[in-house]
């Protein structure tokens, strides 16, 4: 029988071998982790906090987008690079 590899897993498979590893010796960067490029293929769940450590104050020209709706449908909470929560609105798409 060859010999199993980690390319064969599954998703399922892959996830609970990285939990039960990282619970059981979490690595002492952890907090220092830097990722420069995520690619997430179908989905990215971020069950806790999100931080965000760029920011811009400018975006590009208003142009001819008409207003947004008076009322979310809700909103995210984030911490900006200062460590600010922050609430940003998300509306439904049409």
């Given at each position: 029988?060859?010999?199993?590899?980690?390319?064969?897993?599954?998703?399922?498979?892959?996830?609970?071998?990285?939990?039960?590893?990282?619970?059981?010796?979490?690595?002492?960067?952890?907090?220092?982790?830097?990722?420069?490029?995520?690619?997430?293929a179908n989905q990215l769940t971020i069950s806790d906090e999100m931080?965000?450590?760029?920011?811009?104050?400018?975006?590009?020209?208003?142009?001819?987008?008409?207003?947004?709706?008076?009322?979310?449908?809700?909103?995210?909470?984030?911490?900006?690079y200062t460590g600010q929560n922050r609430a940003v609105p998300y509306?439904?798409?049409?």
């Open positions: 029988m060859p010999a199993e590899t980690i390319g064969d897993w599954t998703t399922p498979q892959l996830v609970k071998f990285m939990e039960e590893t990282l619970r059981q010796s979490p690595p002492s960067r952890i907090p220092e982790l830097i990722s420069e490029d995520l690619t997430v931080q965000l450590s760029q920011r811009q104050s400018t975006v590009g020209s208003a142009g001819g987008a008409t207003a947004l709706p008076a009322t979310p449908t809700g909103y995210f909470i984030i911490k900006d509306y439904d798409v049409n």
